[in-house]
């Protein structure tokens, strides 16, 4: 990226906390309500719940100026490119929450129409279960998102993790070649 | 003459001269009211305020008072679940393990978090009310495995007078004395029982010398 490339390791291990303490502290997500799930999103919202109070106030509609994607309700088969593209246009470092079971497994809803889990689109980094779940749930969420992303590593960790990553997804066992059952 | 040319008049009541001095303003009397009240938001992690008491939330699967299973893995529950997200496999009591009073305990017992919508059918089609919901909703993971809970994870902790599981029934008793609520507690042949054959069992009472 830039300046924290060039740091020597040491350096970068404080400069890691205070980037990850700073992206921690407001996390703006951006607006991708889908269904029943993105109510319960937007009571979180209001002031009985009060999102900002962790620093999450505003929800951007321009996903170029935000740092999760709540995926709140039911994808759809039609709509998963477009969440691909909305998610693509976001700037890193980015987060994924899939929020309600829909969004994470597809939920009740096993059928042509609808993507079994927004993870076979976008890669989630925190599943949260319910239908829809409450606010609070949500504000869970929020938190563990939170300390996922006081840990974002930077520079030349990222670029190991990334490779790592890639090794694995590259050397994992396709859905469609697990044989026998699946438990 | 036509329609348009008669002037407009209005059937609202005419303001005063307060009414109409305040006008400009009166849109405020919501936000000025407000103003003087205290906030109603919840500090979430900070202060957790309790659910409605019927609140759906994660299962538990309860036990009998000396400390068997309720689960006799008839697998109703997932039949009547709409998305599919309990798994139950049933397997038989034995002498040397015996789970759930009767002749059947469920072996294999799976919840998906990420299919279950709590909508408590299952807790209907339960016949023996082994599976009730709690009000605990703080669910949430990094993976789609951790969010599938076994049996361990859903199985209620043990009260006092309860026995861990496998042990005898209370001698002389069938499982329909344990339905009407016969049993209430774990008795001395069962503690030997355990006693004799897991010695280091947690749940065994304490053995008072002297």
Known sequence: MGLEESMPSFLTGTVEDVVGWARGASIWPVTFGLACCSIEMMAT??????????????????????????????????????????YDQMSEPKWVLAMGVCASSGGMFNNYAIVQGVDHVVPVDIYLPGCPPRPEMLLGALMAIKEHAKKTPLGAHRREIAKAVEEAALAALPTSEMKGLLR | MTRADVP????????????????????????????FRRPKTEQYPRQKLPTEPRYHGRHQLNRHPDGLEKCIGCELCA????????????????????YSPGERYGSVY?????RCIFCG???EA???????????????????????????????????????APHPMVPGTTDADYYR???????????????????DDPSLPEVHHG
Request: hydrophobic share 40%; proline share 8%; glycine share 8%.
């Open chain 1, 45 to 86: 919202g209001g002031p009985r719940f009060d999102i900002a109070r962790i620093g999450s106030e505003v929800f951007r509609s321009s996903p170029r100026q935000a740092d999760l994607m709540i995926v709140a309700g039911r994808l759809s088969q039609k709509m998963a490119p477009v969440l691909r593209q909305v």
């Open chain 2, 8 to 35: 407009f008049v209005s059937n609202l009541p005419r303001k005063g001269a307060a009414g109409r001095f305040f006008a400009p303003v009166a849109g405020f009397g919501v936000t000025m009211r407000n103003i």
């Open chain 2, 79 to 98: 039949w009547a679940c709409p998305a599919d997200a309990i798994y139950v496999e049933a397997d038989s009591n034995t002498p040397e393990a015996q």
């Open chain 2, 110 to 114: 799976q919840i998906n978090y990420l």
């Open chain 2, 121 to 123: 059918l299952c807790i």
């Open chain 2, 126 to 164: 339960c016949p023996t009310r082994a599976l009730t919901m709690t009000n605990d909703y703080e669910l949430q993971g990094p993976t789609r495995e951790g969010l599938i809970y076994e049996k361990q994870d859903l199985l209620a902790p043990l009260a006092p007078g309860m026995l861990l």
């Open chain 2, 181 to 199: 609520g016969d049993v209430t507690q774990a008795v001395r042949k069962q503690i030997d029982w355990v006693r004799e054959n897991r010695p």
